[in-house]
């Protein structure tokens, strides 16, 4: 789904909500005081498209609220009654919107942390596998082209050893860039530990994945000028048989990667399965 095709759900879903309790506050005995319900529309919009839209889910409901109110208004009540209790509701919901907010502000965080490479940024190979499964099976039931390249940094503990692990997280992170650079937005890169990256490719022929792995290694070679010196060997892996699963795509890759090492380093070997 789309980012505006689920902003559109959430929306409709919440102007749903208010309809709801406003017709049941409507058709309920003037003793009975629902109001209070709006707040779950509010927060429930707050959640999921954050504070900003909450609160003009919370300035709708004041107005359904007041409207209600001036229309079941008794004896005793008065206009500056009915806006004290609009008033109230807002600082309320403003609470809520405030602490909703900051709950989901924290669980995306946990959720970014447990995905991504706290180094890189780059997804973790945990989440890069999960990814690569789901791609593999949209691949069974649509016979797509997929392709997944495999690196490794040559004489990547030199670079430890020789210039210290500060400089060593650094180099990683710029090849992390470097990586973000030669591929297309909508490819998958993970850190799949230490010096090995590796980049899902869907809907990507043979030649295609071999071109980018082609820009992708002279861009690791120009990233760096002077000292350390970097270079990776990296696997491709072309994916037609639709019987495979990450584990056989991911071991193809690594050895491909393996034998560009053994082939003398820094260049590209492609396989297909």
Partial sequence: ???????????????????????ANELTPTPVKLGLFYLVPVLFVTWYEGPVLGSVFTVGAMGLRLATELEQ?????????????????????????????HVRGTQLQLRELATRDALTHVLNAKSFGERLAQEL?????????????????????????????????????????????????????????????AVLMPETDPAEADAVAQRLAQNIATAFRGSPTVTASIGVVACTDTKVDSDDVLRSADQAMYEAKRAGKNRVIKVAI
């Fill in 137 to 197: 099976e949209r691949n069974r039931r649509y016979a797509r082209p997929l392709a997944v390249l495999y690196l490794d940094l040559d004489n990547f503990k030199a670079v430890n050893d020789t210039h210290g692990h500060q400089t060593g997280d650094a180099v990683l992170r710029l090849v992390a860039d470097a990586i973000r650079r030669a591929v297309r937005q909508p490819d998958i890169v993970g850190r799949m530990g230490g010096d090995e990256f």
């Fill in 1 to 23: 789904m789309s980012p505006f095709a689920r902003r559109a759900v959430v929306l409709g879903t919440g102007f749903a909500m208010m309809l709801i309790v406003y017709v």
């Fill in 73 to 101: 208004q008794s004896p005793e009540t008065s206009l500056s009654f009915s806006l004290f209790n609009q008033l109230s509701f807002a600082v309320v919901a403003g609470v809520a919107i405030f602490a909703f907010a």
